[in-house]
């Protein structure tokens, strides 16, 4: 069973939007950068996307800049990641990871992989031409 869990993976056209979710019952997201990455076929899973514990401060990989945001709810312990204007290049698993920061220093996206104490099982997102 995996800790976090992520929803609103799917289908979409070219130029759609789609919203994931990290969250996990129970588990308190708080104290954790949360980070989206995603794994396209025949890559290496690469960062997306990252958030403070405190939402003072977001990155995201070049190839997303304006057209995904991340954002968090601390109330309701879940993460999410809207992403508009989607190109057949946005294809793959996402997932998302958790790094314990409980003072809310700035997060950088991606780097390695050790850092993450948690992950999710991933959600499909396909965006067709």
């Known amino acids: 069973q995996f800790p976090l869990v992520e929803s609103g993976g799917g289908l979409v056209q070219s130029g759609g939007s789609l919203g994931l979710s990290c969250t996990r019952s129970?588990?308190?997201?708080?104290?954790?950068?949360i980070h989206w990455f995603r794994q396209s076929p025949g890559k290496e899973r690469e960062g997306v996307s990252c958030?403070?514990?405190?939402?003072?401060?977001?990155n995201y990989t070049d190839s997303v800049k304006g057209r995904f945001t991340i954002s968090r709810d601390n109330g309701k312990d879940t993460v999410y990641l809207q992403m508009n204007s989607l190109k057949p290049e946005d294809t793959g698993v996402y997932y998302c990871?958790?790094?314990?920061?409980?003072?809310?220093?700035?997060?950088?996206?991606?780097?390695?992989?050790?850092?993450?104490?948690?992950w999710g099982q991933g959600t499909q997102v396909t965006v067709s031409s």
């Open positions: 990871a958790a790094e314990y920061n409980p003072l809310s220093f700035p997060c950088t996206v991606g780097g390695d992989e050790g850092r993450y104490e948690l």
């Open positions: 129970g588990f308190r997201l708080g104290p954790y950068n």
């Open positions: 958030i403070t514990p405190r939402s003072d401060g977001a």
